[in-house]
Structure formats: structure tokens, C-alpha cells
């Protein structure tokens, strides 16, 4: 029996089932079979069957049809980040254009530009293998929601908007102003998207192999030895490695990212009057502009996804499926979600999940090689990577490759961000930092004295 404080108090989560909303569908795939036997080969072996890796394998088969790709997952394809995040497939590749700008403001005109083909590029890839994940271009709201953020907004691209203005995109009494952006997000289904990408990963030839957990990489006779829990080993000529938030297969990196446990809701669907009610016409992605911030969105059969607020580390780099439940946060998000919408009293919600998501240093994905130029890798998205995975996936292969772009040229994927200090720096650090960003919010954004170091240091928080 639950203890009184591992439940949820909020009348509106009395029926919301402990479940990932994307992955608790019918369309999941049953489960695929590991490796065939105790030793194999490949060409390519990526690990990770994420967004990371699924793009990395595609676009690898797709540009040579004659290589060999092999996929390994430890669970299946799909399960962590990749289906259990909001699904807003942003054009960014710097987690947001501030960001950008702060860190690389010479070559953020490229950044933007190749953001936008990346994300063309996605949308003409699900065209073409009838990838069906309800992928819609339907832009991003910013609101401001306390009076020192509206200020804020002259920062993003778009347009602006009034009170009033911003009201008649979605009416919520929170919003004092706000910025919409038509063209540089789309919404997406995130399960049935990694789903899609594996089915059409098949159908040009890629081995996908589920249950496979990886343990170690070695060279041996100037290939990569794979070697995983149960025993078996892949030779491999090129590694890339797609694990995300999880450990790295590679120690070296393992101080560059730490894992941050991330929160969402699901609503039932909303009726007609409700939907009216809100006047969500553009059916945007919405994000509001604190440092704990909400995102949400509408899903194809209109119910509103609300996540967000807090971001939740645990001493010593801890994952595990018991913190995916944190009942704290669920009542803290339906308070705030009633509060930004109280013309839906009553509403409520079915499904309650959390997750860890990967953030680095600099808040957007680095990337990189080992092992002789033989394993590449990309992590670090820091919880934008729905659309970003798939540029990381093409500078793996560049380095893989060895090739000279436009991409393998950047200063974003040639530098390489701070390391996280080890516990127990790491955890103090952090909790000092949400400690302060929490502050700001209550003190008309005034930033104290430890965030003014971090942002002098070039750490400074990026939500």
C-alpha cells in the first residue's frame, strides 16, 4: 500500500494512471529480437534506439545502401526520452535563440538556417515512408505571465503580442504578452515518431535488435569490439553512440552531462465547449517565459499535455523507473494548470509520467570522437532534441566519415562544453542554481549573485 506521501492530492489526478501517455497505446510494436548469436559484425553499429540513434541509422543506410547497420537497444526502441517528451520538434539546434546567440553569435545565421532545413528535412522524410505521428507545423507561443518577462519577449523572433492579442490566440488570465512563432516548430506524436523511424530504419535494410544491453567498447585489430551483458560481441568498423541521459559508454564523458528529471500531465480530451473556451486555434506549442517554466500543447484528439516546473536532479547521477512518480510535482502541476486555465474546473487528467533528459553545460548537444576516429557521439540536448537529434545524427556521420562540411566546420560542434564537477560540487551546484532561478522568478527576474558568476563563467542557466 502507497504511503500517504507517494500519492497525489489533487482532485483532479484521482483516476490519472502512473503511465507514459505516448507509450500506452495500442500501436506500440511488439518487441524485436536481440542479436542472432553470440558474435556479429557490422559496419556501423549505433547504440541506442532513440531519436538519436533511429536518425543516425536511417540517414547512414539511406546515403549507402550497400553498408551494413545494425541498431542495439537495451530496452526497446523508443522507451525513454524519445517517447515520453512533449513532442515539439523545434528548428533549434542551440536550445533556443538566445542560447544561440550568447554562445555563438558570429555563425548563429548559419545555426538558424540549418536548423530550418534540418527540421524541412524531417518533415519530408515522414512524408516519404508514410511516417504517421500527427506531425503538424503548427508554430510555438511564448506568454509572459508575470510583468518583468514581457520585456523578455523582444528577445525571440516573431510576432508579437499584446495582452489582448495574445488572449485571442489562447485565453488564459495569466498572459500579459507573448510572441508567436508560426514556422520553426512542429508538434508531434514522440512514440509514434520513434515507432515510424524504426519501421522505415527496416525497410531499407537496417538490423534493429531490442533487449541488448551494451557494456563495453575495445578496439581489436583495428575495429570496434562491442561487447554486451549477456556475453555476445558486434565487430564493428564505426561506433555511434545515441545513449542520451544515460551513463556513457565512454568514461571520459561522463562528467559532461548529468540527468534531469523532467514531469508531465495528460488531460482527457476536451469537449467542444471547452476547446472553445480557450480559443486555441493555431494549436501551437506553447512555453511560458520563466525560469521554471510550463510547456503544453493540444494532441490530435485534443487533450492538453502540461509539463514543465521543476527539473529534478538526484545525488550521485541516480536513474531508475521509481523516480519517474513524483507526486509532489503532479499536484504542483495541476494547481498551476487550473490556474492558467480555470475556465476548465472539472477537467481531468488520465495520465502522469516523468523522465530523464539529458542537459550539459552549454544546453544544447556537443558532439565528438574516440576511440581513433572510430566511435562517434552526440548527447547533451538538454531536453530539445526531437528535432536536433537528427543534425547530431548527420555530424556523427561526418565524423565518422572523416568529412570536411559545413557542419564538422561549426565552433558548435568543434568546441566542447565545461564538465559537471563531481559529487559532491555536482549536486550543490545544482540545487544552489534552482534554488536562485526559483528566486529570480519571485524577484521581478533579478538574478543574485551566483547566477551573475555562472552567466560571467558562461554557464548561465538556459531554460
Sequence with gaps: MASPSSRTTHPSLRDAEPRVFWLDSPERPAPRPGLDGRRDSADLVVVGGGYTGLWTALLAKEADPGVDVLLLEANTVGWAASGRNGGFCSASLTHGEA?????????????ARLGRANLDAIEETLSRHGIDCDFRRSGELSVATEPHQVAWLDELSGERLDRDAVREHLDSPTYLGGVYDPDDTAIVDPARLAWGLARACESVGVRVAEGVRVTGLDVVGGAVEVSTLDGASVRAARVALGTNAFPSLLARLRLYTVPVYDYALMTEPLNDGQLDALGWASRAGVGDMGNQ??????????????????????????????????????????????????????????????????????????????????????????????????????????????????????????????????????????????????????????RNLWLKALDAAGLGFDS
Design 99 to 111: 542560447n544561440g546567440m550568447a554562445r555563438w553569435p558570429q555563425e548563429y545565421a548559419a545555426l
Design 293 to 446: 517554466f510550463h510547456y503544453y500543447r493540444l494532441t490530435a484528439d485534443n487533450r492538453i499535455l502540461w509539463g514543465g516546473y521543476d527539473a529534478i536532479y538526484h545525488y550521485g547521477r541516480r536513474m531508475g523507473p521509481s523516480l519517474d512518480q513524483r507526486p509532489q510535482t503532479f499536484d504542483t502541476l495541476a494547481e498551476h494548470f487550473f490556474t492558467t486555465f480555470p475556465q476548465l474546473d472539472g477537467l481531468r487528467f488520465t495520465h502522469r509520467w516523468g523522465g530523464a533528459i539529458d542537459t550539459c553545460t552549454r544546453f544544447c548537444a556537443f558532439y565528438g570522437t574516440a576511440l581513433g576516429g572510430r566511435v562517434a557521439y552526440a548527447l547533451g540536448y538538454t531536453g530539445l532534441g526531437v528535432g536536433a537529434t537528427r543534425f547530431g545524427a548527420q555530424v556523427m556521420l561526418d565524423l565518422l566519415d572523416g568529412r570536411d562540411t559545413e557542419r564538422t566546420r561549426l565552433d558548435l560542434v568543434r568546441q566542447t562544453p565545461l564538465p559537471f564537477p563531481p559529487e559532491p560540487l555536482a549536486w550543490a551546484g545544482i540545487e544552489l542554481t534552482k534554488w536562485s532561478m526559483a528566486r529570480a522568478d519571485e524577484n521581478g527576474g533579478r
